[in-house]
């Protein structure tokens, strides 16, 4: 088996995701969700991209243990651009950043998108809850609350999970998830 690392890294220091506009995003992460801008960093860089200077803006909105959600802007259409995937997957919700919340505060964000009109999908998992939305730039969030149960599921998907992956790989595709609601 591979020796793990010593030190596992603490926490997620932040997720960074590139954005047109600032405002539009703050005004989403902040005012709508309510998650606070913490940190503003505008900068200058060469770029050897596009081999010149390029002004950047740097956002951080904070999370509870320390981390962050980041963004990038640049004041240079042609990063931007760059920045782009050149064909997004034409099922894209499996690339989304996700957060624990408790059933207060996913209450409470289901409540707050709702009153801004903007869409949200709620789907029981069995192992969790989880409602998603999208930034104004595309980034899926999703918002999860763990049932009463989630310490011993956890155990058991601890215990297993070696086994599991080598069943998956293996060729065997059976569903082990027996707690996700038939729909």
Known sequence: ??????????????????VR???????FFEDVLGIPLIATW?????????NREVPMCHTFYGMADGGALAF????????????????????????????KVDEAGYTELVDRLKVAGTPARETDHGYCKSMYCSSPDGLIV?????????????????????????RWVGGDHRPNNDLRPHE
């Open 21 to 27: 506009d600032q405002e539009a995003n703050r005004a």
């Open 72 to 99: 990038f802007s640049f004041a240079d259409d042609e990063v931007y651009r760059r920045t782009q995937a050149e064909k997004p997957a034409e099922i894209g919700i499996f690339d989304h950043v996700a957060f």
């Open 42 to 50: 505008c900068e200058s860089h060469f770029s050897p991209w596009v």
């Open 1 to 18: 088996m591979t020796k793990l690392l010593s030190h596992p890294p603490e926490r997620l220091h932040h997720h960074a995701y590139v």
């Open 142 to 166: 999703e918002f999860t609350v763990d049932p009463p149960e989630a310490a011993a599921i956890d155990r058991i998907r601890r215990s297993d999970a070696h086994a599991e992956l080598k």
